[in-house]
């Protein structure tokens, strides 16, 4: 069972959310990927505004239509805009099917502004998702989180799900930034296929703590599915990795929606 | 795990300074290529990116190669910012037999428009080697801080081919490295890449629509990279049989042959 927790529609070809989803999940099936996250619409924006947020979560359920037995949705949202924010998570996660909140690069996440969005994420059983890198060469931009951020954000919020994305990038770093946190799981996703990296992160932190996620289409589903299948770990701890992992998290939220998990 | 027999091009021998892996010790790493259907690996060494004694770096190279000949193809190491390089080059050829050379022009401190690459470029055509420049061995991103180095700018190849059409030559690792449109005009003029570093979903296909399945090496980078990570590319990107033989051996085999 392969569950993917880490995919967008920005750069795949085609016109329509549809059209691109229909491509994706091509490529998904020819690596065996079952289900898959989605977040973010047709392109990236770095510092949406309150009308980009929702335009770029409708692409999302626009692309998701087709596939609820497929693919779950993460809601956009931005520590910049926090009551448009709270408003895309009513309409997305709340009243809608999404089941997680993405958080970008607009604002860092250990900034106060964004507690009352991760407060209500973590009401509803959403996962929370954060981009984060440790970027050694001067590109970190003003409102990029690393994996240090998001520790803080963790002490504040014990309860959450927090998804520590790239798992910092530095993954040598971003293990250990988190490693004191339990509420904090790492992802695997958009990184170069670095040998060590997903038994390190075992041997740190626990597989528990280990997500499977690729990052397609900007990085190949098969160079992100070979660090778990090749890693030097056991079967059952590849198993967690690749999807029990996801689905246990995503287990409650699933079921308060009355759909099987 | 071995579903046709492979050329990686992107091997490397020793260690890497910044990381231990388990597959750093030559025994080690020949069986993981064994079990992964590998039939010839091209190997360069890690050390000849740090150790400015050239000479023994591919002494050592060699040697190791020596032990598994069925399997280690050397890619002797070159350093073209050190005085008499072109005795290195000399003994890679006439004393090791290598077929090929390596250079890591980041790490050395030039670029490829340098007056020695097109010396060697000329040297190694009149000796049939291929010439595998490595674009870069880390995302710039997660460089050491003590050891950052930019990628390898390959725009001045375009002359160097120009000039010495017969070169046989392999750019390992060069994604990020690489403008947009460069991997067409490149591989236009004669240059082939490898797939280590080649991302984005369906990747690899849409990298042989650009270039063609003739230019583009199987390769691993091992032992830094996944092996699996470069294998599943394959299937990812669905090239057909003809496309996926060409580029998994057929490619790899012409670059090799004697002219
Ligand atoms: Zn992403």
Redesign the pocket.
């Known amino acids: 069972m392969i569950w993917d927790l880490?995919?967008?529609l920005a750069g795949l070809p085609g016109r329509t959310p549809e059209e691109r989803m229909a491509r994706l999940m091509e490529l998904a099936d020819r690596m065996g990927i079952e289900r898959l996250c989605l977040?973010?619409g047709l392109e990236f924006v770095v510092r949406p505004t309150p009308e980009q947020l929702r335009r770029q979560n409708d692409e999302v359920l626009q692309a998701l239509a087709h596939w609820h037995d497929r693919a779950y949705g993460f809601c956009y949202v931005s520590g910049e805009h926090v009551d448009a924010s709270l408003e895309e998570i009513e309409r997305c996660v709340a009243e809608g099917p999404m089941v997680g909140i993405k958080l970008w690069v607009a604002r860092r996440c250990s900034d106060a502004a964004l507690d009352s969005i991760v407060a209500r994420a973590t009401e509803l059983g959403a996962v929370v998702f954060q981009?984060t890198w440790f970027k050694q060469d001067g590109t970190q931009l003003a409102g990029e989180s690393t994996p240090l951020d998001l520790a803080t954000l963790a002490v504040r919020h014990p309860q959450a799900i927090l998804v520590c994305?790239?798992t910092g990038g530095l993954w040598e770093l971003g293990i250990r930034a988190v490693r004191a946190h339990p509420n904090i799981y790492v992802d695997l996703?958009?990184s170069d296929p670095t040998r060590g990296m997903v038994e390190m992160a075992v041997r740190e932190l626990g597989a528990q703590r280990v997500l499977y996620g690729s990052?397609a289409p900007?990085r190949s589903f098969a160079s992100q599915l070979g660090k778990v299948l090749a890693a030097e770990i056991t079967a059952q701890q590849r198993q967690l990795i690749l999807g029990a992992n996801l689905r246990r998290l995503l287990g409650p939220i699933l079921r308060a929606k009355g759909r099987e998990a | 795990m071995a579903d046709r027999p492979l050329i990686d091009t992107n091997v490397y021998l020793f260690r890497w300074p910044f990381r231990r892996v388990t597959v750093d010790e030559p025994a080690a790493l020949v069986r993981l290529l064994e079990e992964q259907g590998v039939v010839q690996a091209w190997a360069g060494s890690l050390e000849g990116v740090f150790d400015r004694d050239v000479s023994g770096v591919n002494q050592r190279l060699a040697a190791v190669c020596a032990a598994y000949p069925h399997l280690l193809a050397p890619m002797g190491s070159l350093n073209l910012a050190l005085p008499d390089w072109q005795d290195d080059l000399r003994r890679c050829h006439e004393l090791y037999g290598m077929r090929g050379v390596r250079l890591h022009p980041n790490y050395h401190g030039y670029t490829l428009d340098a007056p020695a690459v097109r010396a060697l470029w000329e040297a190694a055509a009149q000796l049939s080697l291929v010439v595998q420049v490595v674009a870069l061995l880390e995302d710039e991103r997660t460089q050491a801080p003590a050891c950052a180095v930019p990628h390898v700018a390959l725009a001045p190849l375009l002359d160097h081919m120009r000039a010495v059409p017969q070169a046989r030559v392999q750019v390992l690792n060069a994604q990020r490295a690489l403008r947009p449109g460069e991997a067409e005009e490149l591989a236009a003029a004669g240059v082939a890449f490898d797939l280590a570093t080649v991302e984005g979903a369906g990747g690899v296909g849409s990298l042989v629509e650009r270039i063609g399945p003739q230019r583009l090496l199987f390769g691993s980078f091992q032992p830094l990279f996944y092996f699996e990570s470069a294998r599943l590319k394959l299937r990812e990107s669905s090239l057909g049989a003809w496309a996926e033989e060409q580029i998994c051996v057929e490619n790899a085999r012409r670059l090799l042959a004697a002219a």
Do not use: E, I, V
């Open positions: 880490h995919c967008h977040y973010m981009h994305g790239h996703a958009g990052d900007g």
